[in-house]
């Protein structure tokens, strides 16, 4: 029998008998199993969209509460986040395998309960594809590569669509109002490279720095990303008015809906190119 995803036109074989196989997570603990596990919980967003592309959302038993695609995962029993995880909810959901963020809580607890905990958290490209591969091993997908090679494929259309002027473009992008940045060092920002715009943002402040508003403002970007629940707050921001992109209305505005596809690392990394590489298009076309 084949499930498939039409998103992304992958067909993927439910195997009825599988080889022991053991995975080391993230935290260097070794899982092993002698066969698919049947009935999987998962506490991150973005590994519940790559277990969905592997083909395998049947196997998934609970989520998040921020797990909302695709969108039949939203019919699933919710159980908490991965800072407030429900483990009485957890537990009675009765998972071979709970899949989550090396950086949840709950895991000891998990563990001394007898769950078995697959702790991954893909923060670059290059983690996306370790752990497309690794949850591939986990529900036995003979070339589950595959997802990845779609991805890279759709990010490389998505830059090859700009035109060059986009690399003179200094680009400053908002995940979380704290504010948070996308640096150079996250999948956000590889996305952004791979484009051909410029990062304000110092590798050397990490993948998703806390910063100082003031950063911003001293690097007057050219374009700004950010969610649109920031739409009425930026230019008042102090100094803020002055910066080129919003003096220049070069600000892009992600509808919720948007900024969630830009922050998943997983699957729907290559509409999150698109996404930007639109915004880039628009913005240059404002430039004199």
């Avoid at 049947?38 to 506490?43: G, K």
């Avoid at 996306?128 to 091993?137: A, F, N, P, S, Y």
């Avoid at 979380?176 to 051909?196: D, H, I, M, Q, W």
């Amino acid at each position: 029998m084949l499930v498939c995803l039409a998103a992304f036109n992958l067909c993927a074989p439910v195997a009825s008998k599988a080889t022991p196989f053991e995975i080391e997570d993230d935290l260097g603990t070794k899982l092993r199993s002698e066969k698919v596990p049947e009935r999987v919980v998962s506490l991150l967003p973005s590994l519940t969209e790559t277990i969905c592309a592997l083909g395998h959302c049947n196997r998934l038993v609970g989520v998040d509460r921020y797990s909302n695609w695709p969108q039949q995962v939203t019919k699933l029993p919710q159980v908490g986040g991965g800072i407030d995880p429900n483990i009485e909810a957890i537990v009675a959901l009765r998972p071979d395998v709970v899949v989550m963020a090396s950086s949840s809580r709950g895991r000891d607890r998990l563990a001394a309960l007898g769950v078995r905990v697959l702790a991954l958290e893909p923060k670059t490209h290059t983690d996306v594809q370790r752990v497309i591969g690794k949850l591939g091993t986990l529900m036995q997908e003979q070339d589950a590569q595959r997802l990845w090679r779609t991805i890279d494929a759709g990010v490389s259309a998505a830059a090859q669509a700009l035109p060059a002027a986009v690399r003179k473009q200094r680009v400053y992008i908002e995940v979380n109002r704290a504010p948070y940045a996308a640096g150079p060092g996250s999948f956000v920002g590889e996305t952004l490279a791979r484009l051909g715009a410029q990062n304000i943002i110092d590798t050397k402040l990490g993948p998703f720095p806390k910063i100082n508003p003031e950063l911003v403002v001293r690097a007057n970007p050219d374009v700004i990303m950010v969610g649109d629940t920031e739409s009425v707050s930026l230019a008042q921001r102090p100094g803020w008015g002055s910066i080129a992109a919003i003096r220049s209305q070069s600000v892009c505005y992600f509808p919720r809906e948007q900024s969630e596809v830009l922050v998943r690392p997983g699957p729907r990394m290559a509409e999150g190119a698109r996404i930007m590489a639109d915004c880039l298009l628009k913005t240059l076309a404002k430039k004199p």
